[in-house]
Structures are given as C-alpha cells and as structure tokens.
C-alpha cells in the first residue's frame, strides 16, 4: 500500500508491505502523477512498513530518483529495517540516495540541501 502526504515543498511517499512489482507499479504512478500535478521538489520514501525489495522495487526508486534529478531536488529515504537496509547497500542506491534512519537526520539532510 502506498499513501502519500505534502508538506512544504517535500513530497512524503510511504509504503507498507513488499515492495515487489504489484506496489512498484503503484508507487511509481502514484509518485508520478503528483509529481506531474504539483511543483514537488523533494521526495521522502518511509520504508519502516517494508519488509522487502525486489529488483522492480529497487528500479521503481531509482526511476523516481532521476525524475527528481531532472527538476533540481532530491530524495532521500528514512526507516528502512535491517533485512531492507542491507537490500538498499548491496543494490548501490545507498550510494546516491541518502538513507537515514532517524528524524535528525532527515533535518540534517534537508538543512544541508538548501
């Protein structure tokens, strides 16, 4: 299940679930669409509720990822559990995608953006 929140200019995206090629199809439309509709120029992806990513998931963040590239914001992804965390660092995401795991560092990370 995928819902979304808006707050300021940062796009909050949170997922619940396995993020496999059912909910990475309902992510990516769902990022998309709000992307195309409102000047959003940072994404949040909440991934506490994930227990798993497959190689759809993993193409779906790395797709929305560039689209934010492309308009001049960023994205950053808070909460992943360990079994998700260690998929994020051998897919090399964690490489040009922050992962954070508290709120401070979600601070942090949008002071240092501006």
């Keep these: 299940m995928v819902t979304v929140k808006i707050k300021n200019d940062a796009l909050i995206v949170s997922i619940s679930g396995d993020l496999d090629l059912v909910i990475a199809r309902e992510f990516r439309d769902t990022v998309d669409k709000v992307l195309k509709d409102k000047p959003i120029k940072n994404l949040i992806l909440d991934l506490s509720e ?3 990513i497959d190689s759809s998931g993993l193409g779906a963040i790395l797709g929305r990822y560039k689209l934010l590239q492309q308009r001049g ?7 992943a559990k360990p079994s998700v965390f260690r998929i994020l660092d051998l ?3 964690m490489k040009i995608i922050p992962v954070l795991k508290t709120t401070e560092d979600i601070l942090r990370n949008q002071k240092e953006a501006k």
Excluded: A, E, L
């Design 73 to 79: 914001g960023r994205m950053s992804i808070w909460g």
């Design 91 to 93: 897919s090399g995401i």
């Design 50 to 52: 994930v227990n798993f």
